[in-house]
């Protein structure tokens, strides 16, 4: 696949409750290119967490469709469980498993879902251990992490399976603030060795400097999207200035 | 006191020595222990089922596309429930006795129909110890699992029900202990458990005390020795958290 190519594609995507009485998400349209870090910001409540959960189909979206490598995944035939171990998902509340060790909690999915016999699936994830630094608490217990800790597992334990693309969802959200910059410095690296990235996210600092296209988002629609120089230096819409009024 | 010694050594004699009558308490505990064994191995299979068709039925209605599948979990799911209601709802000594003069009239394998019954009247009570032990997981375990691409059974089998089933092993051991004590009355359908050995030898000798107090200590040991097990099997779960 060459750089520049699409990875995902969002067509009109729809997530409407109570048969269209709310509308958490009100007609997306995106391409997301290998190789990108698309940041989605904007206040509570704008559909972009939404939005990030439809791409993995963790939200089934009520309209529209998405394409990840030129399939269809919401097409009712499509087998998502396959195209789902290409896409890693960090969530803000970690989700790591409270009954396995670091290190079975990172080579459980290739184990089982790649066969990669068990040495092999450790080789990588103590690699990766390695690179955020966390290789001697393999052995460890979640609950025997802080919360930035759990979520660098989390992270490492989602590229395990060597996916296409990393959709974050506020991966920092939940996190006390001395521990915000640890996570961040891992995504940033990510970002460097050019992983595609969604990240969602309230770390306006973050999308400035890691982002290479912003997305605002407000009452489900998308309001303005560009680089993030545009979106920070010179919003357009009335909606974005009043926001970033508020964050900055 | 040498003198209720003395007594109390007779009627030892004369309830467990005589005529080998302890053969009546030896017989009947293996009868109780072996139809307590198959019935909790029954109950658990029943339970567990049904906990995952209720779970899933539960989880995931809202979302599925109406189809083949979907009416299919609404009917196994609606079975469940009446199979539920049915059981919850009468006395397990009534159970027995439709298994054994009606349903099973036929037959006379006493322990096999205790073992029928039994298992079928724990299944449900497991079934809804293990679904509250699904429902009790977060509900981000299971997006993390599916997006990580385990389809739901993996999810299930992997990280669910693990999480789950440490979370109801106190109810459940509590289940098998009720579920010990409840093959007592499997003397209603003339099989010689342990109570009803007790009672047989007391039928013999006209000298209730040491049968009934015996039987009693029977059971309370085994319980008691049964709870030790579960405690430390906890305990073990546990630690591997710390």
């Known amino acids: ?248 | 006191m040498a003198e209720w010694l003395e007594s109390m050594q007779a009627q030892f004699e004369l309830n467990f020595i005589t005529d080998n009558r302890w053969r009546y308490i030896v017989d009947g505990l293996a009868v109780t222990l072996k139809v307590t064994l198959f019935a909790v191995i029954l109950g658990i299979a029943i339970g567990v089922l049904i906990a995952m068709i209720r779970s899933t039925y539960d989880k995931n209605k809202k979302e599925m596309r109406p189809g083949f599948g979907k009416f299919a979990l609404s009917v196994l799911n609606g079975i469940c429930q009446v199979y539920l209601t049915v059981i919850r709802g009468t006395p397990v000594v009534v159970q027995l006795m439709i298994m054994y003069y009606i349903i099973f009239a036929s037959s006379n394998n006493k322990v096999l129909v205790a073992v029928l019954a039994f298992g079928i009247n724990s299944g449900a009570y497991v079934a809804e110890i293990v679904r509250s032990g699904i429902m009790s997981v977060d509900g981000g375990q299971f997006e993390a699992g599916r997006s990580l691409g385990f389809n739901y059974f993996q999810t299930m089998r992997y990280i669910i029900v693990p999480q789950a089933f440490k979370n109801v092993l106190p109810a459940l051991a509590n289940e098998f202990i009720v579920l010990l004590k409840e093959t007592s009355v499997a003397g209603y359908v003339a099989l010689q458990d342990l109570t009803k050995a007790g009672d047989i030898i007391r039928s013999r000798t006209f000298s209730p005390f040491l049968p009934l107090i015996g039987i009693a200590l029977i059971y309370l040991v085994m319980v008691m020795f049964f709870t030790w097990l579960v405690g430390k099997l906890e305990r073990r779960l546990r630690n591997s958290e710390r």
């Open chain 1, 1 to 248: 696949m060459n750089a520049n190519e699409t990875l995902i594609k969002v067509e009109n995507v729809q997530k409407y409750y109570n048969g269209g009485a709310i509308k958490a998400l009100d007609g997306i349209n995106t391409e997301i290119k290998k190789g990108e870090v698309v940041v989605v910001i904007g206040p509570s409540g704008s559909g972009k967490s939404t939005f990030l959960r439809c791409l993995n189909l963790l939200e089934i979206p009520t309209g529209g469709s998405i394409y990840f490598e030129d399939v269809d995944i919401t097409d009712a035939k499509t087998n998502i469980n396959t195209h789902r171990q290409r896409m890693g998902m960090v969530f803000q509340h970690f989700n790591l498993f409270p009954h396995m060790t670091i290190l079975k909690n990172m080579i459980i999915a290739p184990m089982k879902l790649q066969k990669k016999s068990q040495a092999e699936a450790t080789v990588l994830a103590m690699e990766l251990l390695k690179r955020v630094g966390l290789e001697d608490r393999a052995n460890a217990y979640p609950s025997q992490l802080s919360g930035g800790q759990k979520q660098r597992i989390a992270i490492v334990r989602a590229l395990c399976m060597q996916p296409e693309v990393m959709l974050f969802d506020e991966p920092t959200s939940a996190l006390d603030p001395e521990m915000v910059g640890e996570v961040l410095e891992v995504m940033k690296q990510l970002a460097n060795e050019n992983m595609t990235m969604v990240v969602v996210t309230h770390e306006m600092g973050f999308a400035k400097e890691v982002g290479s296209r912003v997305m605002f988002m407000a009452d489900g629609k998308q309001v303005e999207e560009g680089t993030p120089h545009e979106i920070f230096t010179s919003p357009k819409s009335e909606r974005l200035q009043n926001f970033l009024a508020k964050v900055l």
